[in-house]
């Protein structure tokens, strides 16, 4: 008899521990899928054979095909990614969506495309631990902030650029034409108030640059050209910048360039801005060097001093907007930040690619490449006799002048 | 004495480039918009002109234009663009439409601008110099 009680409360425990147990995984499960549910991410898993085994309602929604119909179903057949105009598989947002800022779209099914980021990574999904979560997002909403931030700063340059051209205006009219009437002190503090109105009007052209860059709005008008004729003169430009440091500064350019293909003002300004950091940091005595090789299909430019170098850790980022290495601003260098990013957007609207080496305290060298124009470019350009010079005084005024 | 034009808006950038020009010796004239530069160079003779892109009433590029297509020997004049716009496809248009320099007035100072011009008038002399 006791025997029996005992079992029978055994099984009654068991049982009530069972059903619990059941109700409350069952209640997981469903606040899991809940949660899942009404994430702003659309949630998409897809087996080693890129075949889509789950999808969250925000999935539904987003993409505007129904679970049912998903499932089972190739990836890159519901989901319509594209980058431009061009799709990207999923082999390749799978591979470029965790490090990239590059911008992807979907392509819903009749409307218009939304500008998304994605994110994907390994997954376990029951027994098969060789999927693949992938997670979207609306970015159109930071798409439009970002663009209102652009139009602002493109705006507000704008408007600045004309009462500074008339402070530097009178300033360097004072300098010139009346420091007879001043005395040294005040010639001192004009000639400082030059620099500081030179440095602003640096800083707002970048600002300016940065945000045609970022409406995709930065032109290069390509041409074929003579790329030593633009090294040169930027050359004998810093010249002086570089006599008054005692820096060995020399151009080496091979007998014979073929021409290349590009937008001569732009890439004058790449030059700039590679020569006028070497000089900037590199000491008194220390030796720059700018090089031009002709590799046949591109020309490949080094500019190489032997300055204070850039730390290993910094060098990844170096080409960043903003991005400035670490105590160069205590040391009293000006820069915004802007020239290096501004001088890869270039580069790469050329189809070049430029990187930096360096080496702390030993210096550091930066090369880009320009391509070469090719025989149709050099016969189907009907400007080819009439090249637009640049002429750079002090390394940064830019005049162009059309030869007579 | 040489005479020039100066077209241009901006109040200050006016004033500025008509100072630093006075004062290198130049017989300056100025025209405060796109329209009233066109009639300063159809009345009168000028060796020089600088022209600013962006005015009212008519732009730098439209005056060009008009300029060039007048009988000599006013459409004859030297005329340079100065401008802050840097797009490479006004540039272009300007080449096309016969202009003979220009200049980005945010990267340069006004002495430079002068500088500049002076450096055109003695190109041009030394060039007519043997022919003639």
Redesign the interface.
Known sequence: MLFLTVLVSIILVVLIIVIINNSYLQALKNAQKNIIDSLHEAIIIVDEHKKVVFYNQTAEKFIGTQTQTARGQLVDTVLKVTKDTAPVPFDIYCQSSNTSDEKFFLQQEGSEKTQISIATRKHIYGNDSKCTLISLQDASKERQLEEMKVDFVSMAA?EL??????I???T??LQ??YATQLDAEAKELLTRLLVSTTNL?NL??NLLSVSRIERNNL???TKPFDLSIIAKDIFSSFQQQAQTKKQHFTLNLPNKLPLVMA?P?RIGQVFINLISNALNYTPEGGAIIVSIFDKKSYLEISVQDTGEGIPEEALPRLFTKFFRVSGSLEQGSKGTGLGLYITKSIVQLHNGKIRADSKLGKGSTFTFTIPTATQDQLTQDPHRN?H?FLTV?NG???????P? | MRKILIAED?F??RD??S??FS?SGYDVQVAVDGMDALEKIKAQPYEMILLDIMMPKMTGIDVLRNVRSLPPPAKDVPIFVIT?L????V??EA?KLG??????????????IVD?INNFFT?KES?KQPTS
């Open positions: 704008h650029r004309t009462p500074l051209t008339a530097r205006g009178y360097s009219l010139m034409h009007t707002i052209d032109t290069v008008e937008d003002f009439d637009a005084k940064q005024g830019i005049i162009v002048k059309k007579r | 901006d200050f950038i500025i480039y100072k630093v004062l802050n840097g797009q490479q496809n540039i272009e080449f202009m003979d320099g220009y200049i980005l007035k945010s990267q340069v100072s006004p002495q430079q500049e190109n060039t």
